[in-house]
């Protein structure tokens, strides 16, 4: 059981990058997902999470018009796309997993996953971006 990201690295302020998340050893189509980052510091925060049944999306006020969450369901692979990124985005970013249930009965999708209900965490993938 396992998440896997990757495409963490350097960009330059006002690039783009796009994180990867696959999905191993469980029943991909039974799980929602988020993304969340820690930068030097910080406590975690919460970007976005989805549903990947019925595509329901929450995003925080930072990931709104910056940051999306996408899937490819036969990939069992989840995206983080970000955009506009500036210095104040670099962080380890870490893919989640929280059971759909969960998700659907705790209404995740209009208030957000907290990072205390996911029961699978990936390693984390660092993104620094430079000035």
């Known amino acids: 059981v396992q998440l896997v990201e990757s495409g963490g690295g350097l960009v330059q302020a006002g690039g783009s990058l796009r994180l990867s998340c696959v999905a191993s050893g469980f029943n991909f189509a039974d799980y929602a997902y988020g993304w969340f980052r820690q930068a030097p510091g910080k406590e975690r925060e919460g970007l976005t999470c989805m549903s990947i049944r019925d595509f329901l999306t929450y995003r925080s006020d930072v990931a709104k018009g910056r940051f999306t969450i996408s899937s490819d369901i036969p990939k069992t692979t989840v995206f983080l796309q970000m955009n506009s990124l500036n210095p104040e985005d670099t962080a380890v970013y870490s893919c989640?997993?929280?059971?759909?249930?969960?998700?659907?009965?705790?209404?995740?999708?209009?208030?957000?996953?907290?990072?205390?209900?996911?029961?699978?965490w990936g390693q984390g993938a660092l993104v620094t971006v430079s000035s």
């Open positions: 989640a997993a929280v059971p759909l249930a969960t998700f659907l009965t705790n209404n995740y999708a209009y208030r957000g996953c907290p990072a205390n209900t996911m029961a699978i």
